[in-house]
């Protein structure tokens, strides 16, 4: 397999070493929290089915066109983010600085979370949370996340497993652990999956998770589909700019773009059939929100045959995926830093790391100390994610797409998307009118239903 070419002539700027290592760091960015913890309970929330069926038709529509869009922008440029959307326009080097600052509130809140999966999977692995009576579950999980110390170290341990591993660079680091972890993921999905689906009454999950009804297809539903691609893929928040930055100019753009979706699509829909079939099995219902992963299911296993060991497995696939996608957040304004400010990486990395983790221990203390601290109603983790979901990825993906569809030369996006004409792209102006008109217009309608203008 061949080794990608650095773009720049300096030979300055690391490289991924292999075309399978940037598929693996590219689709573990997306393949993140929003797969396993955030997608199953907002499809519970939304009707099963209903919300799959519309969720599948917007990534097909929107989400792949909107990966390429940042793979296009981020090859094109071969440097960070920012200055790769100041070579198309000037006037679209916001979009870089809004993915700039919104890495730092990603990061803070991601690894807050992030810091409670490695605190059940070390529950799991003792055994402790087994012990848990299943009536004390949330007391547990709420008890833990309110202590003002202890979720704060797991954080900092979060964090650190991060910056160690962009401490390493491109091929170093983020090509090597995912080659690592990646794998990982998947067999450790695989086996939860096979437990799952042989429970009895796991049948009666599957039927709701993958049978739409219709009627439950709503102006929210949609809105909240759309959120879940931008969350799920990583756009909008020019982390895939500041990948794809390091691509060579012969590698196939909607091919790797293709693959990282298919991959995506793929760990989000199999989370379906982890989880439903469990909860179905044990009578649970699936709407439980963002205590489904942290009360309902430990409920679960703790009543199931090896359920230690199966709870063990699931926590440490959640832990493999928040890091997956924080390494690549991490990465961007890292870049920044390094290309623009000439810091050295390991200054970069504990500057970005440093000051997300001080953002974090806001986060953490505001589910506890801190949690009378509200505005217009939001919590701090609270404010951190509407802002991260409803309002930094819609306008990222919106200020994208407007870079390729009104402020580049048409003939020059398609010849980088198609290097050229050298790889064959019979959807090209398709692709490019879908940027042009069809997702500018949705995202501002769904950003204005999330602010609730509409």
Same mark, same amino acid.
């Given at each position: 397999?061949?080794?990608?070419? =650095?773009?720049?002539?300096?030979?300055?700027?690391? %490289?991924?070493?292999?075309?399978?290592?940037?598929?693996?760091?590219?689709?573990?960015?997306? $393949?993140?929290?929003?797969?396993?913890?955030?997608?199953?309970?907002? &499809?519970?929330?939304?009707?099963?089915?209903?919300?799959?069926?519309?969720?599948?038709?917007?990534?097909?529509?929107?989400?792949?066109?909107?990966?390429?869009?940042?793979?296009?922008?981020?090859?094109?440029?071969?440097?960070?983010?920012?200055?790769?959307?100041?070579?198309?326009?000037?006037?679209?080097?916001?979009?870089?600085?809004?993915?700039?600052?919104?890495?730092?509130?990603?990061?803070?809140?991601?690894?807050?979370?992030?810091?409670?999966?490695?605190?059940?999977?070390?529950?799991?692995?003792?055994?402790?949370?087994?012990?848990?009576?299943?009536?004390?579950?949330?007391?547990?999980?709420?008890?833990? $996340?309110?202590?003002?110390?202890?979720?704060?170290?797991?954080?900092?341990?979060?964090? !650190?497993?991060?910056?160690?591993?962009?401490?390493?660079?491109?091929? /170093?680091? =983020?090509?090597?652990?995912?080659?690592?972890?990646?794998?990982?993921?998947?067999?450790?999905?695989?086996?939860?999956?096979?437990?799952?689906?042989?429970?009895?009454?796991?049948?009666?999950?599957?039927?709701?998770?993958?049978?739409?009804?219709?009627?439950?297809?709503?102006?929210?539903?949609?809105?909240?589909?759309?959120?879940?691609?931008?969350?799920?893929?990583?756009?909008?928040?020019? /982390?895939?700019?500041?990948?794809?930055?390091?691509?060579?100019?012969?590698?196939?753009?909607?091919?790797?773009?293709?693959?990282?979706?298919?991959?995506?699509?793929? *760990?989000?829909?199999?989370?379906?059939?982890?989880?439903?079939?469990?909860?179905?099995?044990?009578?649970?219902?699936?709407? %439980?929100?963002? /205590?489904?992963?942290? =009360?309902?299911?430990?409920?679960?296993?703790?009543?199931?045959?090896?359920?230690?060991?199966?709870?063990?497995?699931?926590?440490? +696939?959640?832990? &493999?995926?928040?890091?997956?996608?924080?390494? @690549?957040?991490?990465?961007?304004?890292?870049?920044?830093?390094?290309?623009?400010?000439?810091?050295?990486?390991?200054?970069?990395?504990?500057?970005?790391?440093?000051?997300?983790?001080?953002?974090?221990?806001?986060?953490?203390?505001?589910?506890?100390?801190?949690?009378?601290?509200?505005?217009?109603?939001?919590? *701090?983790?609270?404010?951190?994610?509407?802002?991260? @979901?409803?309002?930094?990825?819609? +306008?990222?993906?919106?200020?994208?797409? &407007?870079?390729?569809?009104?402020?580049?030369?048409?003939?020059?996006? +398609?010849?980088?998307?198609?290097?050229?004409?050298?790889?064959?792209? /019979?959807?090209?102006?398709?692709?490019?009118?879908?940027?042009?008109?069809? !997702?500018?217009?949705? =995202? *501002?309608?769904?950003?204005?239903?999330?602010?609730?203008?509409?």
């Amino acid at each position: 397999m061949e080794d990608f070419k =650095i773009v720049n002539e300096d030979n300055q700027r690391d %490289q991924f070493k292999s075309r399978l290592g940037f598929v693996l760091a590219t689709a573990g960015s997306a $393949i993140g929290l929003g797969n396993i913890w955030r997608f199953p309970y907002i &499809v519970g929330e939304n009707g099963g089915g209903a919300f799959l069926f519309v969720y599948m038709g917007i990534l097909l529509l929107m989400g792949v066109s909107l990966l390429l869009v940042e793979f296009v922008i981020g090859r094109n440029g071969g440097t960070n983010a920012i200055d790769s959307y100041a070579k198309i326009s000037k006037n679209a080097k916001w979009v870089g600085w809004l993915g700039f600052v919104s890495a730092f509130i990603f990061l803070s809140y991601y690894s807050v979370v992030g810091g409670w999966t490695l605190y059940f999977t070390l529950s799991s692995f003792t055994g402790s949370i087994m012990k848990v009576a299943p009536a004390d579950m949330g007391g547990f999980f709420g008890g833990f $996340i309110s202590s003002p110390i202890a979720p704060l170290v797991f954080h900092f341990v979060f964090m !650190i497993l991060a910056v160690g591993i962009i401490l390493g660079g491109v091929s /170093g680091g =983020i090509e090597k652990y995912s080659k690592i972890l990646m794998p990982g993921l998947f067999v450790m999905m695989i086996l939860l999956v096979i437990r799952a689906v042989t429970l009895d009454g796991a049948w009666e999950g599957i039927k709701w998770y993958l049978t739409p009804d219709f009627s439950k297809i709503t102006t929210k539903t949609i809105a909240s589909a759309m959120g879940q691609v931008f969350f799920t893929l990583s756009v909008g928040m020019s /982390g895939m700019v500041t990948y794809s930055s390091y691509l060579s100019k012969k590698e196939n753009l909607p091919a790797i773009a293709t693959q990282v979706a298919i991959a995506d699509t793929l *760990i989000a829909v199999v989370a379906g059939f982890m989880i439903f079939p469990v909860l179905f099995a044990s009578g649970v219902e699936p709407g %439980q929100g963002v /205590g489904l992963v942290f =009360i309902t299911l430990p409920i679960v296993f703790s009543q199931m045959p090896f359920g230690g060991l199966f709870s063990f497995l699931f926590f440490a +696939l959640l832990v &493999v995926a928040a890091l997956t996608s924080a390494i @690549s957040i991490l990465e961007m304004p890292v870049t920044y830093l390094i290309e623009k400010k000439n810091m050295k990486r390991k200054q970069a990395t504990f500057f970005v790391g440093g000051i997300s983790y001080v953002l974090g221990v806001a986060v953490s203390l505001g589910f506890g100390v801190w949690s009378s601290f509200k505005v217009f109603g939001l919590d *701090i983790f609270g404010m951190f994610d509407y802002f991260g @979901s409803n309002i930094s990825l819609p +306008l990222g993906a919106l200020g994208a797409a &407007v870079t390729i569809g009104w402020m580049w030369n048409k003939k020059d996006a +398609l010849n980088e998307l198609t290097n050229n004409g050298e790889h064959s792209a /019979g959807l090209a102006n398709i692709w490019f009118n879908i940027v042009k008109y069809l !997702i500018p217009i949705a =995202i *501002i309608i769904v950003f204005l239903l999330n602010i609730g203008i509409l």
